[in-house]
Every structure is written in C-alpha cells, then in structure tokens.
T-cell receptor, first 112, second 112 residues
C-alpha cells in the first residue's frame, strides 16, 4: 500500500478563509513533505517536517505531524486565489530506502 | 540555473514505438528520479538514481529503462510503448536522498 494518503476531498473556499488538509501514512518515517502543483505544472516543494518535529511554519503555511497517529495536516491561512492548486504529501520510510511515496493529492479552489 | 529541464513537453507515440524522455539538472544533485502521474493516482515512482552509475527500480518500473552516465542527465527509455503508458512524466532531483525534490515541468505522453 502507498505511503502518504491525503483525505480524498476537494476544498472550495472563499479568499481570506483558511484551508486545512490532512495526510495519513502507514509505516514509520524520517520526514514528511508537502508539495503544491498548479494546473499543468510540475510540483513545487512547500515544507518538510522531520519525524522528531511536531509543528513547522513557513509564511502562511503551518504543518503539524503526529507520529503516534501517523498523520499530518497542512493549514493555509488567509488563502488567496493564487493558492488554487493540488496539494500532495510525500513520505519516506524510516529504514531509508531512498524512495519518496506521494499521496493522491487534494485539490483546493480559492474563490476570489 | 535552469533547474530541472525535461524534453519533449508533449509526445504522441503509436503502440510499439520506442522513445527516450530527457531529463537534465544543473544543480549538481546526486539524487534523480522519474515519476508518472495519472488522474486520481498521485505520483508513482518509476526509477531512481542515487548517483552516476547507480540506478534502482521504483514502484512501477516495467516497460521503462534508465541509465545515469553523468550526474546531470537521467533519461527514461520506453522500450515498446503501450497505451497504458499514456501519462504525464515528471523528473525530479535533490541534493541527496529524498529531501526537498526539485521537479521538472513534465512530459505529457500519449500512446495510441
């Protein structure tokens, strides 16, 4: 089974609102990453959180990691139309097999 | 820096034809990988390389070959194209291992 599974839902929110999406995984990890993909483009790295970290911030992004529940959440505050994209989580495995496993993605639409 | 470049951007093949998708990076990254992205499936790892001369299989390697003769280049070869290989292909690289990945813009491949 695949590491890194986002909640399979599409979000549609108004500009200025917050957007939250979740990711669960199955085996122990070294780190968890979030990526953004705009339509028709490649993925862009947003943030990496290591297994010994519980929360990390980057600008309007806040990521949490709960290793006991094997889950992570990505919060985008004060959303903008430019945040419209698909968001993917990706995990490696703690025994370090040099593979990154991506979830299926979560589409967010921010309405101006 | 150009980052990660991929050619071609679009390609249409007939079943049974072969072709090579090119990927190059100018960041002196050791780790390079190929993914395919299909609707509703997220990204799936095809092959990866931890350095020049070293390659390994990912999640879906069948029908694809890779080689890594230089640090900069990591071409993906389709030996005998099949309609099931219709997909968007992304190349990615990182300085080392599976930390922050830098993605190319993708190649959209259609096999008729």
């Amino acid at each position: 089974s695949q590491q890194g599974e986002e909640d399979p839902q599409a979000l549609s929110i108004q500009e200025g609102e917050n957007a939250t999406m979740n990711c669960s995984y199955k085996t122990s990890i070294n780190n968890l990453q979030w990526y953004r993909q705009n339509s028709g483009r490649g993925l862009v790295h947003l943030i990496l959180i290591r297994s010994n970290e519980r929360e990390k911030h980057s600008g309007r992004l806040r990521v949490t990691l709960d290793t006991s529940k094997k889950s992570s959440s990505l919060l985008i505050t004060a959303s903008r139309a430019a945040d419209t994209a698909s968001y993917f989580c990706a995990t490696d495995k703690s025994y370090g097999n040099n593979r990154l496993a991506f979830g299926k993605g979560n589409q967010v639409v921010v309405i101006p | 820096n150009a980052g990660v470049t991929q050619t071609p951007k679009f390609q249409v093949l007939k079943t049974g034809q072969s072709m090579t998708l090119q990927c190059a990076q100018d960041m002196n990254h050791e780790y390079m990988s190929w993914y395919r992205q299909d609707p509703g499936m997220g990204l799936r790892l095809i092959h990866y390389s931890v350095g020049a001369g070293i390659t390994d299989q990912g999640e879906v390697p069948n029908g694809y070959n890779v080689s890594r003769s230089t640090t900069e280049d990591f071409p993906l070869r389709l030996l005998s194209a099949a309609p099931s290989q219709t997909s968007v292909y992304f190349c990615a690289s990182s300085y080392q291992g599976v930390d922050e990945q830098f993605f190319g813009p993708g190649t959209r491949l259609t096999v008729l």
